[in-house]
C-alpha cells in the first residue's frame, strides 16, 4: 500500500505565498509522474502543475509565472511553491504520485487534500 501525506496548506493574504509537500511513503518501488490538482466546491478538479520523473513540468496557464513545481525523487516528496497568490487560487489542493508498487504495476494515488485560503 502507498500513503501520501501532504502539509503545507493555510491561510494567506492575497499576494503572499505558501509552499505545499507532499511526500509518498510504502512499498514502493518507483514513483513515475507527481503532481497537484485543486477543487473549489461545485467545480471539477483541476491539474494545477505535473512533473515527471525526468523533471519535466507542466502548468495551467492561470498560474504560470507564480507557481513552481519541485520534487525530491530520493524522498519521494513533490513541492508546490506558490507566490503571488490571488483569491481565486483559494481551493482545496491535492497530490498525486504515480507509483509502481514492490507487488503489482502502476496506478495513481492521492493525498487527503489541504485548505488553501487567500483572504483579498
Known amino acids: 500500500q502507498v500513503q501520501l501525506v501532504e502539509s503545507g496548506g493555510g491561510l494567506v493574504q492575497a499576494g503572499g505565498s505558501l509552499r505545499l509537500s507532499c511526500a509518498a511513503s510504502?512499498?514502493?518501488?518507483?514513483?513515475?509522474?507527481m503532481g497537484w490538482f485543486r477543487q473549489t466546491p461545485g467545480k471539477q478538479r483541476e491539474l494545477v502543475a505535473g512533473?515527471?520523473?525526468?523533471?519535466?513540468?507542466n502548468y495551467v496557464d492561470s498560474v504560470k509565472g507564480r507557481f513552481s513545481i519541485s520534487r525530491d525523487s530520493a524522498k519521494n516528496t513533490v513541492y508546490l511553491q506558490m507566490n503571488s497568490l490571488k483569491p481565486e487560487d483559494t481551493a482545496v489542493y491535492y497530490c498525486f504520485a504515480n507509483v509502481q508498487t514492490i507487488v503489482a504495476g502502476a496506478r495513481s494515488y492521492w493525498g487527503q487534500g489541504t485548505q488553501v485560503t487567500v483572504s483579498s
Open positions: 510504502g512499498s514502493i518501488f518507483r514513483v513515475n509522474d
Open positions: 512533473i515527471t520523473s525526468g523533471g519535466n513540468t
